[in-house]
């Protein structure tokens, strides 16, 4: 990169600087996760909103290091793991993340169909097939210069649960006191549900995503090159890494917390405290929020939805694709990526099916964010260590401050599942 294309990259207009970062932040509030903060802000009120600001940092901590994996190499996680460490570990960590990635297509494929049945009636297994075949069409068929903007558009969906919350009463000096002063409780329930926040807020997919996705803007850019083989080009690319990451997870967690305040002002506070389903939250606030707050949140579900199955089916596609050296990319036409289109075909696709069965994947997907939680710590850990070596990252490895922030992220999430497994026997 000369001097000219640094000045074009320095003076690219602000929207466009964002990408990976934004997306990877916006898919991370899908309708699981909508679950998932529904159910802890009706559960426990106020006690929970904490969690939003305390992962902030450590989420950005992580998410550039994962970044930063992809960028500087020009692989993603799955290849450098495959590289790098014992095939069992690698293995291990797909496996563990093709079973939570479904679970989570299916329920948020679930509650998309669920949310539009709300809006108009029908039949929600219609909806399911209607929901996973586009997602399908707009991940194969529209290539990805085109589609990612798509994507980025779709994150201004998750606007709908900011303008819910301002529609609907808030004390918000009681809301400052509890968010600055929690009250924390060692009881199971509660340790067990900070673990669910902590593996929806910082979760495996996410790491996969973001660090593929800044290989896939690599390879899209003629002249871009991995840095660690072109570092004249880093300085303009770490930057904006960066700034992405900071401004997609800062909104992510800023949707995580109006999604909690949400649940606790219309729900916790008027008696309601077992939520199952994001569309069950939609429902709740009907009554006590008013028609305009429903139609919010509902629309919401959808948009976020869209946004986050192609995400889940992607990273879940790119971790297995890279896993046995096939061809990858959603830059890539689907003959010229066979393998990489047949896993993400297929993830979709189980997890429309999960919705005809028996199987409630709703209820499962409290403990997915659980289980999201407790694979997190190995591929965390993993992440540092390979960010760490100068075999891998060259010249690039990270700086004292972000290996300190990526090993408390990990030690953090450690911390959480231990003493989740230690006040369960209690």
Request: with cysteine.
């Amino acid at each position: 990169m000369d001097e000219e294309e640094k000045s074009a990259l320095l003076k690219t207009p602000f929207w466009k600087k964002l990408g990976p970062g934004l997306i990877t932040g916006a898919a991370d509030d899908d309708p699981s996760g909508i679950a998932t903060y529904s159910q802890v802000g009706a559960g426990f009120g106020y006690a929970m909103l904490w969690t939003t600001f305390f992962t902030f940092p450590l989420m950005v901590g992580i998410q550039v290091v994962s970044a930063r994996i992809g960028r500087v190499t020009g692989y993603g996680l799955a290849a450098n793991i495959r590289t790098h460490y014992p095939p069992w570990l690698l293995r291990s960590i797909i496996s563990l993340l093709l079973v939570a990635n479904t679970i989570n297509i299916a329920a948020d494929i679930g509650a998309m169909a669920a949310a539009l049945k709300l809006l108009i009636g029908g039949s929600p297994h219609l909806y399911a097939v209607v929901f996973g075949v586009l997602s399908l069409v707009l991940q194969v068929f529209i290539p990805f210069p085109r589609y990612a903007p798509i994507l980025k558009m779709l994150t201004l969906s998750l606007f709908a649960y900011v303008a819910t919350v301002f529609i609907v009463q808030v004390p918000w000096g009681e809301v400052l006191r509890q968010t600055v002063m929690p009250f924390i409780s060692f009881k199971t329930e509660y340790v067990v549900a900070v673990v669910a926040v902590f593996g929806t807020t910082i979760s495996p997919y996410l790491f996969f995503w973001q660090a593929s996705q800044e290989v896939e803007e690599q390879r899209a850019v003629d002249g871009d090159e991995p840095l660690k083989e072109a570092p004249h080009q880093a300085s303009a690319h770490l930057r904006r890494i960066k700034i992405d990451t900071y401004i997609g997870m800062g909104f992510s967690n800023l949707i995580a917390f109006f999604i909690m305040l949400t649940a606790t002002v219309t729900l916790h506070l008027h008696g309601i405290t077992d939520i199952q389903s994001s569309e069950q939250a939609a429902e709740a606030l009907r009554p006590i929020a008013g028609e305009y707050a429903f139609l919010l949140f509902s629309a919401g579900i959808i948009g976020t939805g869209m946004l986050a199955v192609p995400v889940l089916a992607g990273s879940a596609a790119y971790a297995v694709a890279e896993s046995f050296r096939w061809n990858i990319g959603l830059g890539r036409a689907p003959l010229d990526a066979q393998g990489f289109y047949l896993i993400l075909i297929v993830a979709t696709l189980l997890g429309v099916a999960l919705n005809f069965t028996s199987i409630d994947p709703i209820k499962a997907l409290f403990w997915s964010a659980v289980i999201n939680g407790v694979i997190a710590v190995p591929i965390m850990a993993v992440m540092m260590l390979l960010a760490a070596r100068p075999d891998v990252m060259g010249q690039f490895v990270v700086s004292t401050r972000l290996r300190v922030l990526g090993w408390i992220a990990t030690c953090v999430m450690a911390l959480a599942v231990v003493g989740m497994g230690i006040t369960s026997l209690l």
